[in-house]
């Protein structure tokens, strides 16, 4: 376990009425109280009012608040201080160099979080939901990932564990102990195997629903160049984003903001415009670029000139897209329509909203749309999974399939144990350190 002390600003940089800077380690105490002075007895667990001091100028220079924490009961399990400053960054930062001063040394990114792992405060599940509840870019992200913290997904693996671990200990002990009298019964075992197998495929469903939950729906902005999906980008957003011009062909390559439509983040993306013929190499890489997106997004938004009839790069797009989920969007409503309606729901099977970027019309019900078509398909889950449990609920699956195909007992507990030992790389028990280290380097300092 780690020995030396860290201190780190727990609040993020810039200005405000107050900020945080956090300590801990075995000298979180002795350190702290060098900087603060407290108008009373410390008491562990209670909220301080006091003075910050500067032992090198010998001068009070800030007054705030801090508490103690004791060994075990804090975040990290550790001895802990939490001071509370005013949200000068100038102030946190003179608190943070006198603590490295006075014997701290300033935390990496993600270890106040990383130490509560190790002193056995959280599993590695509820560690990742730390981040995750930080990150999330929506009301529903930080719901989910809240309830990752308090244990909802942690407590469905050690169950699963606990339930492989049973049937492992069962068929083991009548390996080796035959004399014992202990029957293994094949068809039972079986049927925990298979239970088993539901329960994880059940939980590796959850990926791209917590993701889209978590980090946003993806929507991309396909057209040809002055189909106006810049003007529908700026109008969605309320805001100037993207530049607009007469000209063809403004955006070269592709600008990113976020929508929140009932507590859920829809991340859209404004692309270049498909152009047939591409004038450059500058316009060949957008449309490059944007084809990648219309690969990795959740859904496309295809912008068609409503004022002029369909042409090569508008059936490029269709095709381009076919087998995504997508919105058809007719622009251009305040001029003569020209483009029929019929014939894009004939051609595509799916009715074309029409819209105006230039008077707003039709915007209302595209935001009504893209809740009934995603926010509707999306199932409501308190749990979810990312990139690294997903592999590891993956390498349990296999073995488990593996143990299900074989005859020889010594060969399915074999399996039965791989699959444990891939829970509990998910849960942390096992995961080697260089692997640890990846994943709490994404953290911020001071979580």
């Given at each position: 376990m780690?020995?030396?002390?860290?201190?780190?600003?727990?609040?993020?940089?810039?200005?405000?009425?107050?900020?945080?800077?956090?300590?801990?380690?075995?000298?979180?105490?002795?350190?702290?109280?060098?900087?603060?002075?407290?108008?009373?007895?410390?008491?562990?667990?209670?909220?301080?009012?006091?003075?910050?001091?500067?032992?090198?100028?010998?001068?009070?220079?800030?007054?705030?608040?801090?508490?103690?924490?004791?060994?075990?009961?804090?975040?990290?399990?550790?001895?802990?201080?939490?001071?509370?400053?005013?949200?000068?960054?100038?102030?946190?930062?003179?608190i943070v160099e006198l603590a490295v001063e006075a014997g701290a040394r300033l935390a990496r990114p993600g270890e106040f979080t990383y130490r509560a792992f190790?002193?056995?405060?959280?599993?590695?599940?509820?560690?990742?939901?730390?981040?995750?509840?930080?990150?999330?870019?929506?009301?529903?992200?930080?719901?989910?990932?809240?309830?990752?913290?308090?244990?909802?997904?942690?407590?469905?693996?050690?169950?699963?564990?606990?339930?492989l671990l049973s049937a492992a200990v069962l068929l083991e002990t009548g390996i080796e102990f035959p004399d014992q009298g202990i029957e293994i019964e094949r068809p039972r075992l079986q049927e925990a195997i298979r239970e088993a197998l539901e329960r994880i495929e059940e939980l590796l469903s959850l990926f791209e629903t917590g993701k889209q939950l978590l980090e946003g729906i993806t929507l991309v902005l396909v057209g040809k160049p002055n189909a106006g999906k810049s003007s529908i980008f700026n109008?969605?957003?309320?805001?100037?984003?993207?530049?607009?011009?007469e000209v063809p062909g403004t955006t070269r390559d592709f600008l990113r903001e976020k929508l929140i439509i009932d507590g859920v983040a829809f991340i859209i993306i404004d692309t270049a415009g498909m152009n047939p013929v591409p004038k450059d190499e500058i316009e060949r890489e957008g449309m490059r670029r944007a084809e990648l997106l219309i690969q990795e997004s959740d859904g496309v938004l295809l912008v068609l000139d409503g004022s002029s009839p369909l042409e090569p790069a508008d059936r490029k797009l269709m095709k381009m897209t076919e087998g995504k989920k997508k919105v058809v969007l007719i622009n251009k409503a305040d001029l003569p329509l020209v483009l029929s309606p019929e014939e894009i729901k004939r051609l595509l099977g799916l009715p074309p909203l029409i819209v105006s970027a230039k008077t707003r019309e039709g915007l209302e019900k595209l935001r009504v749309f893209l809740k009934e078509n995603f926010l509707k398909a999306l199932p409501p889950q308190k749990?979810?999974?990312?990139?690294?449990?997903r592999i590891s609920l993956q390498k349990a699956a296999r073995h488990l399939k593996e143990a299900l195909a074989l005859q020889a007992e010594e060969l399915i507990a074999e399996q039965l144990r791989g699959a444990i030992g891939a829970l509990d790389e998910l849960l942390g028990k096992i995961t080697p350190g260089d692997i640890l280290n990846s994943i709490f380097s994404r953290f911020c300092i001071g979580k």
């Open positions: 780690p020995e030396d002390t860290i201190v780190a600003p727990a609040t993020a940089q810039g200005r405000g009425a107050i900020s945080m800077v956090r300590l801990s380690g075995s000298e979180a105490f002795s350190i702290a109280k060098k900087i603060f002075r407290p108008a009373g007895k410390i008491l562990p667990r209670r909220v301080l009012y006091g003075k910050f001091y500067d032992f090198q100028e010998n001068t009070f220079f800030d007054d705030g608040m801090g508490i103690f924490y004791r060994s075990p009961r804090s975040y990290t399990g550790e001895d802990m201080v939490e001071l509370t400053p005013h949200g000068n960054p100038v102030i946190v930062w003179r190790l002193n056995g405060k959280m599993d590695l599940v509820r560690a990742e939901a730390v981040e995750d509840l930080v990150e999330a870019q929506s009301l529903e992200g930080v719901k989910l990932s809240f309830s990752q913290l308090q244990g909802s997904l942690s407590q469905k693996i050690e169950g699963l564990r606990e339930s109008a969605l957003l309320e805001e100037e984003r993207a530049i607009v011009t749990l979810y999974i990312n990139s690294r449990q």
